[in-house]
Structure formats: structure tokens, C-alpha cells
């Protein structure tokens, strides 16, 4: 199963005069899902796009499974948050298996291949539909298969649940997580959605606004799969929110410490204890 490590080190990109991103430092373990949450303007979807190869950096080093990106590649797949990426003039089994045409992959091969992505994004039933066809979530499904087809080393997604209703955004998340666990690809999802950062990530880094930097890192310990109406679950996304200075549009109380089981790290990476409660009483210790 091919994975692989990505490290960004010092990553600058500028658009013109105007820097959009400046000193982002991370990593990326092999299987590991890490998203990038801020909010918009902060330079998570640039920061996707020169790991993509599709943005040059200013200055800074990306490498993936330990080569430097020079540009894109077939070892990164990437879904976008917009439906039109999909080509309309071919069926869904059409559009996963273009990235196995262009490898030159024999006919009979690919559209097998195609056919299982589809079975695991649960559209085999709608192989010969055509984009126009499908529901929203239904397209996006199909654009995940298309970027797995090929067994890229690692899975680029920028925001490509947003501009799906509610309902069928938590399908959408679930169908997501269930594929992660069964490729256990390399991941980096952009997303504005604190929520879906806690109930998709092993890591969130916590971007600033313009220009972007991480500010701080949080570890999400919970066990898969998440239940979001949890303590724990919400707890997770009351310190993403104090975090991004939000944290008063869900909770009233003025605390500025982070709820228990978030393992948080300053841009330092110094971590943050954090709160303990008395379990018996629900109050702190």
C-alpha cells in the first residue's frame, strides 16, 4: 500500500508583493491525517497547493517520502471543493480511471481498478452515470475515487465537503473517515470547519490569519469512530475554538484554558496541560 512522510520546512509564498503564507514548518507522518484549520484568508488552501506543486514557494522546502516537490506529480491526489472538476463528457467509471489512462494502464485493468474505488466510495451502482447525473455528495464521491485510482502516496483535499448541505456533508465525513481507515493513506485536509477537523484529524495544526503561520498544534485523541455529540468530542472543539478566538459563540463561560484530552502546542511546541476536572462532581481540580 503506498504512503508516505511529507515535511514542509520554512514554506514562504508570495503573490507579488503580498505574502500569503510565511515560516510554515510541519510534518506529516506516513498514514497520518492532519488538518489544516483556519480562518478564511489564512492561507491553509496556498499551503495545499505548493505541497500539490501547483503553487511555487517563494522560499522553503517541501519533500515527500523524503524527495523535494518540484512541481505536481502522480504521487499526490488531490480533490478540490468544486463539483466542475470532473469532466462531464465521461461516466463516473470514466473520470476514476483518466489518471490510469494517462499511466498508460491497458483498458480491461484500469476500469477494474476504477470499478473498485467506485465500490469503495459506494457508486458501483452508478458506474455508467454521468456527472450531471449525480447528487453533489454524489460527485465529490466519485472525485475521492478518481484520486485514489491511481495509489498516489498521499491524499491533498482542499475544503470539498463546503459547499455540501448538512446531511449530506456528515455522510460525507463518514464515508471519508471509513476510506482513510481502509487505505490508511497520507492525508492533508483543508478545512474552516472545526467540527470536521476533530472528527476526520489525527492532527490539527491551527493556522493565523494573514499572513498565514501555524500557531499551534493539537493532537486528537480520541477513539475511531467519533462520536461528535460526546463530552470528549466537544470539549476537542471548544479548545479549537478559544483557539481561534471563537470560543464564546459556544460556550458561555469566559475560560480561556483548554478542555481535558486536548493535547495542544504552542508555536514554541510546548504543550499546553491541559484542564482536569473532578469526574465525580464535574468540577475542576
Known amino acids: 500500500m503506498t504512503r508516505a512522510s511529507i515535511e514542509v520546512r520554512d514554506l514562504v509564498v508570495r503573490y507579488g508583493g503580498v505574502v500569503a503564507v510565511r515560516g510554515i514548518t510541519f510534518t506529516v507522518g506516513a498514514g497520518e491525517h492532519l488538518t489544516l484549520l483556519g480562518p478564511s484568508g489564512c492561507g491553509k488552501t496556498t499551503t495545499l497547493r505548493a505541497i500539490a506543486g501547483l503553487e511555487k514557494p517563494a522560499s522553503g522546502e517541501i519533500r515527500i517520502g523524503g524527495a523535494p516537490v ?88 482542499d475544503e470539498p465537503f463546503a459547499a455540501l448541505d448538512a446531511l449530506t456533508r456528515d455522510d460525507m465525513q463518514r464515508l471519508l473517515a471509513d476510506v482513510w481507515r481502509t487505505t490508511r493513506k497520507t492525508v492533508i485536509y483543508v478545512t474552516h470547519n472545526v467540527a470536521e477537523a476533530v472528527y476526520l484529524a489525527d492532527r490539527v495544526l491551527v493556522m493565523t490569519a494573514h499572513p498565514g503561520t501555524v500557531k499551534t498544534e493539537v493532537a486528537v485523541r480520541l477513539n475511531r469512530p467519533r462520536d461528535p455529540l460526546s463530552v470528549e468530542f466537544l470539549d476537542y472543539q471548544k479548545a479549537l475554538l478559544r483557539l481561534l478566538g471563537q470560543g464564546n459563540k459556544t460556550d458561555s463561560r469566559q475560560d480561556s484554558k483548554p478542555e481535558r484530552g486536548a493535547d495542544i502546542r504552542t508555536e514554541q511546541n510546548h504543550p499546553i496541560a491541559p484542564t482536569k476536572r473532578n469526574e465525580k462532581t464535574g468540577g475542576k481540580q
Do not use: C
Not at 468544486?82 to 463516473?92: H, M
Open 70 to 157: 518540484t512541481g505536481s506529480g502522480m504521487d499526490r491526489g488531490i480533490v478540490f471543493q468544486d463539483f466542475a472538476q470532473l469532466f462531464p463528457w465521461r461516466t463516473a467509471l470514466g473520470n476514476v480511471a483518466f489518471g490510469l489512462e494517462m499511466k498508460g494502464v491497458p483498458k480491461a485493468q484500469r476500469e477494474a481498478i476504477a470499478l473498485e474505488q467506485l465500490r469503495l466510495v459506494k457508486l458501483e451502482n452508478f458506474a455508467r452515470s454521468y456527472p450531471h447525473h449525480l447528487s453533489g455528495g454524489m460527485q465529490q464521491r466519485v472525485a475521492i475515487a478518481r484520486a485514489l485510482a491511481y495509489n498516489p502516496a498521499v491524499l491533498l483535499m
